[in-house]
């Protein structure tokens, strides 16, 4: 493993799951320690169960761990106010889900403004959310509303709109699980020169083993463990 | 803070159902015309009762010797009522200001007599205040300046006595100075249509009043303004005038009738709350529909970094929307039949027969529903206000939408 010496944007100790429903406890994640550090192209791989969306979720601030240590830039999560958890969320992180889940009634230039009028961006917010579109070649879609898309164009849209205020981290659940092997290959390329040319760092969760090559280090979970962790 | 995109992503939020939507319209346009009607009628029937009350003599308001209220005393005079009269005329808001004095006495004819107040009236005036002389039907004529021991009397009163124009009756009353009597000849005869009320109206000129009672002046002013809703401050204006006196508003004067349209009023809006309450519900139940259709797109929203009260604002537009929406037919609705009621009026003959009166007020046979640019204020006011109500519970719902959660599911 080469040294690590960039800035650690997320920071795991022990951290663990157990979702409970009525009596029953079932354990998603357990004793997990992860470090990420700026720039990286991490895959989560596992098989199905393994954790993989609990990680995602706890990392972006979507869910609380039961019990262990999180810092992702910089701030403890777990004493985040949930108002201070949501400006971190539209602030600094970008979130790419399986099932696109862009906003029907916009067009896909709309989605990607919406994200920057949230942070409170202006009149340029059109302009920069066409850049983004152009820069990812998806200007020709612009006007077009999500049900207009094919799944990889949809997809395509959802990560820039992850992206169009250029966060820190993106986390992507399962980005290719619903898109055939040419999509998914397209997708992951421009994730991949996002990462590159934007130093913009990357988690991303499958089980693709497609997706996985594109990896610069791939974190194996099974059963809420971290079974192999390796760059490639 | 809600900016374009979310405005537009709201809006556009309401036509993915467009049934749903134009339905939730349609609920809150009735309702809110509902409300608009039973106001327009509320408003429109107080209005003329306060009138009837105010042109039947009581006035809008009333100007009395100091101690009337507690002795309801008539034969008490005012001080320097010619001041009094004079400076109430000046006030802008009144439009007619009608002197008149009171005697407790008994008519008699042969051997039939009826006790009766006696009314000192200046005619020019009163033929313009009074109702009671202004929309009956006179047989003879009404008195006139100058009138020697004239009187006109109600229908039922000359009926009693067996009397008709150019009989004398025969007047005793108690005087300052001891009993009194005089003889009155019949000018003229007023069938208000209302026999309980025709059986006390006794008018003379105040001069004959003064004559034939002992009591030199006048008992009270009875006022009617221009616009019954300037009572109050007209009242105010004329308590800073005359500090030695009681000024009255028709609600002291008639109790009986201001009871009735408080209480008119109140059925009025517990009737309208029911329905906007009813209505709500309806809003509460669509929206919270619309919400939880819609729990993964508004996780996805928070997970991408939407506060909780923006979330709060999306489903508060909606509602906005609907509200306005809702509004253009309630006034599509409501104010055409706000304005039929004020235009056409209801005919309430059906309901009351013949007989128009209430105690001494003499009532009008129509009630008219008020009509005027009041409507848009209320329907938009109403209809925002209870749809925005109505869309708390639901946005409450939406903001707390966990998004772990709802995207798990």
């Known amino acids: ?232 | 803070m809600i900016g374009r995109i979310s405005g537009r992503y709201a809006l556009r939020s309401l036509w993915r159902h467009p049934r749903r939507t134009i339905l939730s319209m349609v609920g809150v346009g009735i309702g809110v015309a509902i409300g608009l009607i039973a106001t327009s009628w509320m408003r429109g029937g107080t209005e003329m009762q306060i009138r009837a009350v105010s042109e039947s003599g009581a006035g809008h308001l009333r100007v009395v010797p100091k101690g009337w209220t507690a002795r309801r005393e008539n034969t008490l005079r005012l001080p320097d009522a010619p001041a009094i009269d004079g400076a109430v005329r000046s006030i802008p808001a009144v439009e007619l200001a009608a002197p008149r004095a009171r005697v407790n006495a008994l008519l008699a004819f042969g051997n039939r007599s009826a006790g009766v107040e006696i009314v000192g009236v200046d005619p020019e005036v009163e033929q313009r205040a009074n109702r009671i002389v202004f929309k009956s039907r006179l047989a003879g004529r009404y008195l006139k300046p100058g009138d020697q021991n004239t009187v006109v009397v109600g229908r039922t009163l000359a009926d009693r006595l067996r009397v008709d124009l150019d009989d004398d009756l025969y007047v005793t009353l108690s005087g300052p100075d001891g009993v009194r009597s005089a003889m009155l000849s019949i000018v003229g005869v007023l069938s208000t249509g209302a026999r309980d009320l025709d059986a006390g109206i006794c008018h003379v000129n105040l001069e004959v009043m003064e004559k034939i009672s002992g009591y030199a002046g006048i008992g009270e002013i009875s006022i009617l303004l221009d616009d019954y809703r300037r009572i109050e401050e007209t009242r105010r204006e004329l308590g800073r005038q005359f500090a030695g006196l009681e000024v009255l508003s028709w609600k002291e004067v008639n109790p009986g009738i201001a009871a009735n349209v408080e209480g008119d009023r109140g059925f009025m809006r517990a009737l309208v709350a029911i329905i906007i309450v009813v209505v709500g519900l309806g809003i509460v139940s669509a929206q919270l529909t619309a919400v939880m259709e819609r729990r993964r797109e508004i996780a996805v929203l928070t997970a991408l970094g939407m506060r909780a009260r923006q979330v709060v604002g999306l489903v508060v537009i909606e509602a906005v929307s609907v509200a306005l929406g809702g509004s253009v037919i309630a006034l599509c609705i409501g104010g055409g039949v706000a304005h039929w009621l004020a235009t056409r009026g209801v005919d309430i003959r059906a309901l009351m027969g013949e007989e128009f009166g209430f105690g001494d007020v003499l009532l009008d046979p129509y009630i008219y529903g008020d009509f005027g640019s009041w409507i848009v204020f209320y329907a938009l006011a109403v209809s925002v206000a209870a749809t925005v109500a109505a869309s708390l519970y639901p946005a409450w719902i939406a903001s707390r939408v966990e998004p772990a959660d709802a995207l798990r599911t």
């Not at chain 1, 690590?4 to 029953?24: D, F, I, P």
């Not at chain 1, 083993?209 to 099974?222: D, E, G, K």
């Open chain 1, 1 to 232: 493993m080469k040294p690590r010496t960039k800035e650690a944007l997320v920071s795991a100790r022990n951290l663990t799951k157990v979702y409970k429903t009525g009596k029953v406890e079932t354990p998603a994640l357990r004793g997990v320690d992860l470090e990420i550090r700026a720039g990286e192209f991490a895959a989560v791989v596992g098989p199905s169960g393994s954790g993989k969306t609990t990680l995602l979720n706890i990392i972006g601030a979507l869910d609380s761990a039961t019990s262990g240590d999180l810092t992702v830039l910089g701030r403890q999560v777990r004493t985040l106010s949930k108002r201070a958890r949501a400006d971190m969320r539209l602030l600094q992180l970008g979130f790419v889900f399986q099932a696109y889940n862009l906003i029907p009634v916009l067009t896909a230039q709309e989605n990607v403004e919406f994200v920057l009028e949230l942070q409170g961006a202006g009149d340029e917010k059109r302009m920069r959310a066409r850049e983004v579109l152009d820069h990812l070649g998806l200007s020709e879609l612009a006007g077009r509303r999500p049900a207009e898309l094919s799944g990889g164009q949809q997809q395509r849209v959802a990560v820039a709109r992850a992206v169009a205020s250029f966060p820190r981290l993106v986390l992507a659940d399962e980005p290719t699980a619903n898109l055939d092997g040419e999509n998914a290959e397209v997708l992951l390329r421009m994730m991949r020169e996002l990462n590159e040319q934007k130093q913009i760092t990357f988690i991303f969760s499958t089980h693709d083993p497609r997706v996985i090559s594109h990896a610069r280090r791939v974190v194996t979970l099974v059963d809420g463990r971290i079974v192999t962790d390796e760059e490639t």
